[in-house]
């Protein structure tokens, strides 16, 4: 009984934590927002993304009840704040393709770096829903099971990411940029479900 109740405090925390960040669903839009990289170019930028989500999450993690109550922000605002940047990125991508191709010109190497933080870093791989799970898991479940929890989902994200591209180049660059431009359609959508969420929270709140 006690290894069950053990299992369960780990396995609740990863199950709940691998549906807010949503790894799988965010692999097509990492793929979108890389179309063209070279593999090491793309897998730098795997690195960053999710050394970035790390050092995100584990200070929401350590303080992020402090932070919040600090700066007087909450996780509405965060999410109508994410969504505005998701938006304009995903806007920015449909119809002028700028995203891509700041990452292949000759002084795009910070224009990659950047993109590793954001968005993919955040609000993609840990954003306001992740957050939000992050700070109910620690108070519910304690600092120790949800540290696991996220390494263990940030390890399938990383997985996934390293990996999933390969597998996708294989059918060809015409579909790939296809599929590009579909992911930053649903990153759009996203981002918008994620402004009324958060709109419809502060209202709800008010």
Do not use: W
Not at 80 to 109: E, H, W, Y
Not at 128 to 155: D, F, H, K, R, S
Not at 176 to 184: D, L, W
């Amino acid at each position: 009984m006690d290894l069950d109740l053990a299992l369960t405090d780990f396995v609740e925390p990863f199950l709940s934590l691998f549906v807010a960040m949503n790894a799988i669903g965010v692999l097509p839009l990492f793929i979108g927002m890389t179309e063209g990289m070279s593999v090491k170019h793309r897998r730098s930028l795997v690195r960053r993304a999710i050394s970035t989500a790390f050092a995100i999450a584990l200070v929401i993690v350590l303080a992020g009840r402090v932070i919040f109550d600090t700066l007087g922000i909450t996780v509405n605002d965060l999410r109508i704040g994410g969504g505005l940047i998701l938006l304009v990125l995903s806007i920015t991508d449909l119809l002028f393709s700028n995203l891509t191709r700041k990452t292949q010109s000759n002084s795009g190497a910070d224009a990659m770096e950047d993109l590793g933080v954001v968005p993919l870093g955040t609000p993609l791989t840990v954003g306001p829903a992740a957050i939000t799970t992050i700070l109910v898991l620690q108070e519910g479940y304690g600092y120790l099971p949800t540290v696991v929890a996220l390494i263990a989902n940030l390890i399938v994200s990383f997985t996934l990411f390293f990996f999933g591209p390969a597998v996708i180049s294989y059918i060809g660059a015409g579909a790939s940029r296809a599929i590009g431009k579909v992911a930053s359609l649903f990153l759009a959508a996203i981002a918008i479900a994620m402004i009324r969420t958060g709109v419809v929270g502060i209202v709800n709140a008010l």
